[in-house]
């Protein structure tokens, strides 16, 4: 795999242990402990595992919401630590993370066409007025929204509806890296479907790569292209999603996966 989006060597994130007087825990949390991984361009890596298991940190770290304790992360060809030295426009324009949360994920004073239109300015560099509205335009039309909802604020939206939006402001920075951190946990089962087809859709358009983290094994099955198991802060088995779920060679994985629901066919 040469062609990498997402490069990923000996990771390792520890949190000091301690605590107050009467605190029994003393030794350091090893959160994630030294995970290497690659995705390539255009594929969809998922990674599961229990929580704790090092899973959503992992993505964090890959993204610069949590300052990694060592390890060495590239996004596209380029060193992440360099992204972030040039600076959020730089980073934001090669990776974009989206929220378990979507309503949460989105500022409630703020209307839409002034989310969108803030990534757009300060992201994507579109200083011109006409040229991001009609970007914001094209991009609510994407995620199968009309245009008329850059009026209106975050409540006003259901949480498919927001998660669609929040989907869109990372387009709209212009990544080809995508977290999508647990992005349809929150949303009833049916409009898991319609999120997780508009998810593949985009990948196919906009030529993207997502990073898909996960505890839902259903979904996991239908929409990875490869299937990454954490325990404990590692990688204990990955595999192509077929083989992984029809013959899983760890007795953590088969555990795993014998503990979860099989819903054959419910987002084919």
């Known amino acids: 795999m040469t062609d990498a989006a997402i490069r990923i060597e000996d990771a390792r994130k520890i949190y000091p242990g301690g605590g107050g007087f009467l605190s029994r825990r003393r030794e350091p949390v090893h959160a994630v402990a030294g995970v290497t991984l690659r995705v390539a361009r255009g594929e969809t890596l998922a990674i599961v595992g229990e929580s704790g298991s090092g899973k959503s940190t992992l993505a964090r770290m890959l993204v610069g919401l949590v300052e990694p304790s060592g ?56 200083a011109d007025a006409g040229g991001r509205a009609a970007r914001m335009a094209e991009l609510m039309r994407a995620v199968d929204m009309e245009p008329g909802a850059l009026d209106r604020y975050p409540h006003e939206f259901s949480g498919g509806q927001a998660q669609r939006i929040a989907i869109a402001r990372a387009l709209a920075a212009g990544a080809s890296v995508l977290v999508l951190d647990e992005p349809v946990s929150a949303l009833d089962v049916s409009v898991q479907a319609q999120v997780l087809l508009l998810l593949e859709d985009l990948k196919a358009r906009f030529a993207l790569t ?6 839902d094994l259903a979904v996991v099955e239908a929409v990875a292209d490869r299937v990454a198991v954490m325990q404990a802060g590692r990688i204990v088995e990955m595999e192509a999603s077929r083989t992984l779920f029809a013959a899983p060679r760890e007795a953590y994985t088969r555990e795993l996966f014998a503990s979860a629901p099989r819903l054959e066919g419910a987002f084919a």
Request: no cysteine; proline share 5%.
């Open 210 to 215: 997502y990073l898909f983290i996960s505890h």
């Open 71 to 126: 390890g060495r992360f590239e996004i596209g060809g380029r060193d992440a630590a360099a992204l972030r030295r040039e600076g959020p426009r730089a980073y934001g324009r090669a990776i974009q993370y989206v929220f378990q949360d979507p309503i949460a994920s989105l500022n409630p004073r703020k209307m839409v066409r002034t989310t969108l239109g803030g990534v757009l300015e300060r992201v994507a560099g579109i």
